[in-house]
């Protein structure tokens, strides 16, 4: 995406589709003028004239002077507005000729339509917010639940900076120090003790790997939180996916092997999304089909931050070696660190009273050994709330309301990567006693890389690949 010069009136439809009112919306040194071309309003007043944040009820007209439609203008003069300059929003009956109507007549006379994410890149360069204020943006707009939306509703009101501005001030702090000591080399003059200057590079380190550490929650939560159901065939995920989501959305069949591809479903539990991926049973098999569905199966296990195993209690219960059997299973899927497993035994319906007693005890182990553990029949529908309450336990949103900083960006992530690369190299240099110049250089290559996440440093590459992704008229 380019940046375009910001000097000319760019106008845009800033509602989205449905709903019986439109609005869009005009920004740039022209927008006024424009507007007053194209609408009359009801007092017989010029938009000219009138004074910022007031309303006016007007007709929006055409070059021979016949009404296209009556109209709400709000306006805004700058700087007092969300680009900063003058800005001028028009709520219209939300027929679609008539918004293309609007958008031709405003074309016509002077402005030029918006790029994706072009109002809020205005608001960026005139100062209104930073950059990670300008991408929770977007990510308000997508927000599908409350979790996701308490994210980005503390990144755009600047919480979420106010973190990096601090870290920006403790190195700015340090920097200063030790390029003050390079004034006066030559005369030997030591402003601060080494060790008060680690101890504050040790809290800058500290901070920086914390924010990293929420990267996983916080990715997770924007996203929705994966959950690949596996098991062997006929195990009962189908029927787990369809329990869950109380509607048939997956085909049941005795016939193993039903399920060839992929099918996702969401779910929101304790406000949070829940990304339920029923897949195809893992087992050996010449079938080229399914054999591909298998495939499938273990790169969703890959990318899923929840692995929920269907274990068949009825076929686990022949096997003499109840562990054995269960940790083959859980082998198998090569779960790797930072996921978390749980174990389903289901089918529950189908076994005697001693059979349950045996899954109960074997349950009783392996929780004891550390695993989550979930017995029920899905097929009933019994333990289906467990279930849900075991997965609403996995996931720890108490930091959200709280006003904690949780990075979900991927792009603030490999800033902070790189940031806390910067800084254990800045910390050796510190300890072994390096030259000062060296360490200050060690110092503003964390500062740099800060200031990717805030915008302090860009370029219009940055820019262009940040707010391609924006709707237009935001």
Known sequence: MEIRDNNDTIVAVASGVGGAIAIIRISGSSAIAICDTVIRCRSGKKLADAKGYTLHYADIVD???????DVIVSLFRNPVSYTGEDMIELSCHASSYI?????NLLVNNGARVATAGEFTIRAFLA????????EAIADMISSTDKASHAMASNQMRGGYSMDFIDLRDKLVELISLIELELDFSEEDVEFVDRTA???????????????KSTFSLGNALKDGIAVAIVGSPNAGKSTLLNALLKDDRAMVSDIAGTTRDV?????ILNDVRYRFLDTAGI?????????????????????????????DSATCILDKDHICYVKTLIDALDVHEGQQLVLVFNKLD??????????????????DNGYSIVSMSAKQGDGIDCLRDVLVDLVDTSKLYSGC????????????????TSLQIAKQSLESNISSDLLSQDLREVLHNLGLITGDITTDDILGSIFSKFCIGK
């Open 63 to 69: 070059g021979d002077g016949s009404v296209v439609d």
């Open 99 to 103: 918004q293309k109507e609007i958008l």
């Open 405 to 420: 900083t949780i990075v979900s960006n991927a792009r603030h992530y490999d800033a902070l990567n790189s940031a806390f």
């Open 283 to 311: 087992r050996a098999t010449d079938d080229a089909l399914e054999q591909m569905g298998i495939q499938r199966t273990f790169s969703t296990i890959e990318r899923a931050q929840v692995v929920v195993l269907m274990i």
């Open 263 to 267: 099918i996702e479903e969401s779910l």
């Open 197 to 211: 200057l680690l101890n504050i590079l040790d809290q800058i380190i500290s901070k920086v790997d914390t924010l």
């Open 127 to 134: 100062g209104k917010l930073d950059l990670s204020q300008a």
């Open 350 to 367: 189908s076994l005697t009273y001693l059979e349950l007693k045996a899954i109960d005890t074997l349950a009783c182990t392996l929780a």
